[in-house]
Every structure is written in structure tokens, then in C-alpha cells.
């Protein structure tokens, strides 16, 4: 089957301006997911979608980050603007679904947006 | 919420011998635990995963075990192989969410 896609693979922009990042889950996968990784640590969960639903979005840095994920499908990540500290991968994962009772699909990364603000 | 402490930080091991990676977890919640392994400029990939009403698992080389007790679960690669060489993060799953809370990561490197 087909993983999960993501575009760009990489982006070079200044700091102020404005970036959008694109994923495509799994075909079938409810779940889905938006981390962000700074070099030299483990992934941070910034949101996640159940359907076009918003389950968690504790962490996402609201007055410049912004996520929507309209059809229940596709899902873009848009920072404006734009700052130094977030130079990171930006990786999208899916699962099947959250299960009732909190049991978790498996989830699946894409192979990341490499972000460098200048 | 969840905190998980991995360790080591960098693993330097000899082609054939066996890896160890320990990871602690605060959520007695938790229930479960999947072990990911990223090389350089790639995705993350699942390697093996164990949930919480489970002691240990194994595939192939590849063994985890988990005590709830104690709250830790720890990776173990036996006969490594050049191609180990990787990063590797643990995980834990809250109970209540869905979001995987990562370890820091072992830079596990296998030396020929």
C-alpha cells in the first residue's frame, strides 16, 4: 500500500515570512497526526485529527501555527510568520483509528518537511 | 502528562554483539510502547511494539520487554549488524490520547 505523503521535502525561508506544508494520510486512516522534530530529539506532537475533527492540539503554538484538515482527508500545516526556532522536520503520521477504550493503531510517519528559517 | 526518559543517548557496540536500550515512563497509564528506528534524513520506522497487557515480544533479532511495575520497557538487538546502525526512540501512548510521547533517542552505532 501506499505510505504517507508529504511535500515539500524541503524549504528555505526568512523569518516573518509564511510556509504551508501538505500530507496525504494512508488511504483508510481516520488518524492523523502533525510532529515536529528539532534536530537531536524525538518527535513532538503539535495536532492530531480524528476525520476533520481536532482531538489534540495542547502543543501547537496557536498565534502562528495553524492546521485544518477539511474532507477528513488531506491536512496542511501553515506558520506565519515564521520564526528561527522553527528550523525542525516536520513530519505527518496516520493510524487506522482511535479506538475506543484509548487502544492505539500503529502509526505511520511520512518522510518529513525539512524546515530551515533563516 | 506522560514523560519518557530514555538511556544511553549514543550506544557503540561491535558487529555480533547485543544492544540494549532502556526507556522509563511516568503514566502508569500508559498502555502502549512502540519502538521506532530513524536513519539519517529518513522517516521514522516501527520496529516492533508491545502493549501493556504483554511481558515481552520478540521478532527475530528483535526483543522488547516491558514491566508495568516498574514502569520501563527496554529494547534488546542480538547478533547486531552494520545496518543497525541507527537512531532509535521509544514511546509511550497515554491512556487517554492517542499522541505518541517520544524518548530522547540512542544514536546505536555497530562498528564492523
Known amino acids: 500500500e501506499a505510505g504517507v505523503a508529504q511535500s515539500p521535502r524541503y524549504k528555505i525561508i526568512e523569518k516573518r515570512q509564511s510556509v504551508a506544508f501538505w500530507c496525504n494520510p494512508i488511504s483508510g486512516h481516520a488518524t492523523l497526526y502533525w510532529y515536529q522534530q528539532i534536530l537531536g530529539q524525538g518527535p513532538k506532537l503539535l495536532i492530531q485529527f480524528q476525520n476533520n475533527g481536532v482531538v489534540d492540539d495542547s502543543q501547537l503554538p496557536k498565534d502562528r501555527f495553524s492546521a485544518e484538515r477539511l474532507k477528513g482527508v488531506d491536512s496542511t500545516l501553515k506558520i506565519q510568520p515564521a520564526k528561527l526556532e522553527d528550523s525542525a522536520v516536520y513530519l505527518c503520521?496516520?493510524?487506522?483509528?482511535?479506538?475506543?477504550?484509548?487502544?492505539?493503531?500503529?502509526?505511520?510517519f511520512g518522510p518529513g518537511t525539512r524546515l530551515l528559517v533563516l | 502528562g506522560e514523560n519518557v526518559e530514555q538511556h544511553p543517548s549514543t550506544l557503540s557496540v561491535q558487529e555480533g554483539d547485543s544492544a540494549v536500550i532502556k526507556c522509563t515512563y511516568s503514566d502508569s497509564a500508559s498502555n502502549y510502547f512502540p519502538w521506532y528506528k530513524q536513519e539519517l534524513g529518513k522517516r521514522p520506522q516501527l520496529i516492533i511494539d508491545?502493549?501493556?497487557?504483554?511481558g515481552e515480544k520478540k521478532d527475530q533479532r528483535i526483543a522488547v520487554t516491558l514491566n508495568k511495575t516498574a514502569k520501563h520497557f527496554s529494547l534488546h538487538i542480538t547478533e547486531t549488524q552494520p545496518e543497525d546502525s541507527a537512531v532509535y526512540f521509544c514511546a509511550a501512548i497515554p491512556n487517554q490520547g492517542g499522541k505518541l510521547i517520544f524518548g530522547q533517542g540512542t544514536e546505536l552505532s555497530v562498528k564492523p
Open positions: 503520521a496516520s493510524s487506522l483509528a482511535l479506538l475506543a477504550g484509548g487502544r492505539q493503531e500503529t502509526q505511520y
Open positions: 508491545i502493549r501493556s497487557n504483554v
